[in-house]
């Protein structure tokens, strides 16, 4: 019987979440409910030097705001819903853990102590870069260096008992060639005689990630180990500590990296500062986030998804539940994924235009408020009617009110380029007609004020662009904005006439 997958997200608290961690979530949180099995989050907080406060709620935050449901992870805000039977979930809660199997490998003859100062190390690297080489710690030069594997046994007791600092490196065997496996890339082979042997064990009591990601994966029964592409030089030595433990390791797949939209290397906070599009998932500190600059989750999670993998079909837009469906590992692309910011715009319009106008509402009248529009000028059915109108044009809430302040508030200033070409010398003379056609009509609803204005314009002979155009520029304050007889209507006889008369004074 096949065991139930099992994944793991296991980001560090060291800052924001990157979109690319976002993205590296969502493909785990997809495979794993494709298959039925368990998304599992681990913080990996083993570099404490680098932790940050706040961080691993931030975590939390940005996976549930996108829709991601945690089956197991650390109860980070209090959550019942969080937890489970393989914890704890954070690497800094496991330490003792980790100590006990890297002296497992010593045992074993998979790894050693290793003694060199910090400053000798580095000694040995200048010097090194000095003669045009690079310094690789491992089979051809550690038996020079200052660990046990240059020791007498008893001499490393005696290292070990007066408690100089130590830290514990893996053996890497020399002369080896490792066949590999990853799910996106294929087969993979290495020789051993090119790799370092890695710090497993660090002298301030903590394990390195290499240690303890393969011990917690052990333990927690993780199936498939989806991460991103910068952790595929770490593979090799992954799959050797799960065979000098005698463990069968999990399947692995190492997702293409995200792009910076121009030129060379990988998405970058820089890239989105100088782009003005956000690179996290919600804000932290001056940085904004894509949930604070209006983005809609299911508009993330669609574009996230097909950076980098697609369908094989030509559909676009997909729910959580249709992206669960057809996701697989077996489509992932090996070449890096190009972010197209315009293209996340584009995502978020679709998802604007196919919610229900109600549902809009709550954050226009944020909008509204922070411009200063008073709350009873914000009844629901005036403001569904004036969102209906608008929304077509939007990409975000936040658009609403340039598109549609003039429903709100009277225009203050005219469009330059519109008045040259629409106010002519007897266009005041015409729209004060027109004022008192619409005063005169009843009832002032759009089919009525149109059909009055439209019967005046052909009465006297004039063309609709003699009257129009100006008439709009009046109430708008430009010649944009949908049907004109609708937001005359909306916005009343009295102010539709009031406009008109402040624009004959200001423009005359």
Request: one cysteine or more; a negative charge; hydrophobic letters at 35%.
């Amino acid at each position: 019987m096949a065991k139930k997958v099992r994944v793991r997200f296991a980001p560090s608290p060291t800052g924001p979440l990157h979109i690319g961690g976002v993205r590296t979530a969502l493909f785990n949180y997809l495979f794993a409910k494709k298959h039925g099995g368990d998304f599992v989050l681990r913080i990996e907080d083993t570099d404490q030097n680098r932790y940050v406060e706040g961080a691993e709620a931030y975590i939390v935050d940005a996976l549930e705001w996108c829709g991601m449901v945690i089956d197991e992870g650390p109860n980070t805000k209090g959550s019942a819903a969080l937890g489970g039977s393989y914890g704890p979930y954070r690497q800094s809660e496991r330490r003792d853990l980790y100590r006990q199997y890297a002296l497992e490998l010593v045992e074993k003859g998979h790894a050693y102590y290793a003694f060199d100062t910090p400053e000798r190390l580095d000694h040995h690297r200048k010097n090194h870069e000095e003669k045009g080489k690079t310094f690789i710690y491992n089979w051809h030069n550690r038996l020079k260096l200052d660990n046990s594997l240059s020791m007498l046994p008893q001499e490393v007791e005696e290292r070990l008992a007066s408690g100089a600092d130590h830290v514990i490196r893996f053996l890497t065997p020399p002369d080896q060639k490792l066949q590999l496996e990853d799910s996106i890339r294929g087969s993979i082979e290495i020789d051993t005689n090119v790799l370092d042997d890695k710090v497993l064990f660090k002298s301030d009591g903590m394990p390195t990630y290499h240690l303890a990601n393969i011990v917690d994966d052990h333990l927690m029964d993780i199936t498939h180990v989806i991460r991103g592409e910068e952790w595929l030089p770490s593979l090799a030595l992954h799959h050797q500590l799960y065979a000098a433990f005698g463990w069968t390791p999990p399947t692995f797949a190492h997702l293409p990296l995200i792009m910076k939209p121009t030129g060379k290397g990988k998405l970058s906070k820089r890239d989105g500062e100088k782009g003005g599009f956000p690179v996290f998932p919600l804000s932290w500190k001056e940085s904004q986030g894509y949930r604070e600059a209006g983005y809609f989750p299911e508009a993330v999670v669609n574009f996230l998804a097909l950076l980098g993998w697609n369908p094989g079909t030509e559909q676009e837009l997909f729910s959580m539940e249709e992206l669960i469906g057809a996701f697989g590992l077996d489509r992932v692309h090996k070449g890096g994924a190009r972010f197209d910011p315009d293209k996340t715009k584009w995502y978020n319009h679709q998802y604007l235009q196919r919610k229900k106008t109600a549902a809009l509402l709550p954050a226009f009248q944020e909008v509204l408020s922070a411009h200063g529009v008073p709350a009873e000028k914000q009844e629901t059915a005036f403001l569904t009617t004036v969102v209906d109108l608008i929304k077509e044009r939007a990409n975000f809430v936040s658009d609403f009110w340039e598109l549609g302040h003039y429903f709100f508030v009277s225009p203050e200033a005219y469009n330059d380029k519109a008045v040259k070409k629409q106010w002519k010398p007897d266009t005041a003379e015409h729209l004060r007609k027109v004022s008192e056609v619409l005063r005169a009509t009843e009832p002032f609803a759009p089919e009525a004020a149109e059909r009055a204005v439209k019967e005046y314009i052909t009465d006297n002979g004039l063309s609709f662009g003699k009257i129009m155009g100006p008439l709009r520029l009046c109430v708008v304050g430009d010649l944009k904005g949908p049907h004109l007889f609708h937001i005359l209507s909306l916005i009343g006889k009295e102010e539709s006439v009031a406009r008109i008369g402040k624009a004959m004074e200001k423009l005359a």
